[in-house]
Nanobody
Framework: VQLQASGGGLVQAGGSLRLSCAASGRSFSRDGMGWFRQAPGKEREFVAL????????YYADSVKGRFTLSRDNAKNTVYLQMNSLKPEDTAVYYCVVDTPPLKILSDIYFARGYDYWGQGTQVTVSS
């Protein structure tokens, strides 16, 4: 299994970026797929997760209304559309996969227990 993340970059505050994460090796339609991020000096933080083939999507409060997670199961790819970006969104963004049996819902917000992690893509938002 490999996760290939892309789409990071430098953007001004208020701008947008779209991250992609392509998974390979098998079908991921039954897996949870999503994103965490880690800013310098901080712990890894939950951003968003899609479960049940995309019918359930969860967001961190800090990104609700600004970020949109979507997935294309045919392409084994998950996307994170990030709008109205703020300097505090600056971080390395990691895509994650939660393989069945899926984590209990209360645990999805914690980095422990995710089965696969991508290599990370840097997002920098300038003020």
């Amino acid at each position: 299994v490999q996760l290939q993340a892309s789409g990071g970059g430098l953007v001004q505050a208020g701008g947008s970026l779209r991250l992609s994460c392509a998974a390979s090796g098998r079908s991921f339609s039954r897996d949870g797929m999503g994103w965490f991020r880690q800013a310098p000096g901080k712990e890894r933080e939950f951003v968003a997760l899609s479960r049940w083939s995309g019918s359930n999507i969860y967001y961190a409060d800090s990104v609700k209304g600004r970020f949109t997670l979507s997935r294309d199961n045919a392409k084994n790819t998950v996307y994170l559309q990030m709008n109205s970006l703020k300097p505090e969104d600056t971080a390395v963004y990691y895509c994650v996969v939660d393989t069945p049996p899926l984590k209990i819902l209360s645990d999805i917000y914690f980095a422990r227990g995710y089965d696969y992690w991508g290599q990370g893509t840097q997002v920098t938002v300038s003020s």
